[in-house]
T-cell receptor
Framework: GESVGLHLPTLSVQEGDNSIINCAYSNSASDYFIWYKQESGKGPQFIIDIRSNMDKRQGQRVTVLLNKTVKHLSLQIAATQPGDSAVYFCAESSGGYQKVTFGTGTKLQVIP | DAGVIQSPRHEVTEMGQEVTLRCKPISGHNSLFWYRQTMMRGLELLIYFNNNVPIDDSGMPEDRFSAKMPNASFSTLKIQPSEPRDSAVYFC????????????FGQGTRLTVV
């Protein structure tokens, strides 16, 4: 999995703009890649997942892209809103759906 | 449904004391997970259960940690004896079925060991 540091990378985005949050993963054998959102003082909340044999999946205002060649995952949020401010975690599961390993997280700040 | 319910929300205890964290999963969910979150190590999976049976406890840091799930609606995570380095937020999550990656997290228990 990814290493964890003391400081979360931060992405600042103007309200209404699109956000792109990136994640590098290490396990080529992962079956699923997942994005979670964590607001301050709350538990993580599932956003969207993508199976390893896909390269793109769309949800409501969100799109996840998977590039297995460079082991890169991204989450795109369209028309970012103040309520999108949170820490976003990429995660991966392997050897079954439920053993999920979380990455470091990226803090998204939406500027009104 | 009220979601995953954890108690207590906050716990402050002295080093050496036993700590018990509690979790009530969402009714009908048959998978339950315990995670620990710290600034240094992020979110770590400690253990998970399927149908009340522990499946993988490889994330449990050491023998001081133990988890039980006596029935489908209740689980505990116990630390005995507690140490300052156990200070963290502990999350419980549940999932409705195998074949899904979506887990529903509780609000967490913030544990401080002094």
């Amino acid at each position: 999995g990814e290493s964890v540091g003391l400081h979360l990378p931060t992405l600042s985005v103007q309200e209404g703009d699109n956000s792109i949050i990136n994640c590098a993963y290490s396990n080529s054998a992962s079956d699923y890649f997942i994005w979670y959102k964590q607001e301050s003082g709350k538990g993580p909340q599932f956003i969207i997942d993508i199976r390893s044999n896909m390269d793109k999946r769309q949800g409501q205002r969100v799109t996840v892209l998977l590039n297995k060649t460079v082991k890169h995952l991204s989450l795109q949020i369209a028309a970012t809103q103040p309520g999108d401010s949170a820490v976003y975690f990429c995660a991966e599961s392997s050897g079954g759906y439920q053993k999920v390993t979380f990455g470091t997280g990226t803090k998204l700040q939406v500027i009104p | 449904d009220a979601g995953v319910i954890q108690s207590p929300r906050h716990e402050v205890t002295e080093m050496g004391q036993e700590v018990t964290l509690r979790c009530k999963p969402i009714s009908g969910h048959n998978s339950l997970f315990w995670y620990r979150q710290t600034m240094m190590r992020g979110l770590e999976l400690l253990i998970y259960f399927n149908n009340n049976v522990p499946i993988d406890d490889s994330g449990m840091p050491e023998d001081r940690f133990s988890a039980k799930m006596p029935n489908a609606s209740f689980s505990t995570l116990k630390i005995q004896p507690s140490e300052p380095r156990d200070s963290a937020v502990y999350f419980c999550a549940s999932s409705p079925q195998t074949g899904t990656t979506e887990a529903f997290f509780g609000q967490g228990t913030r544990l401080t060991v002094v």
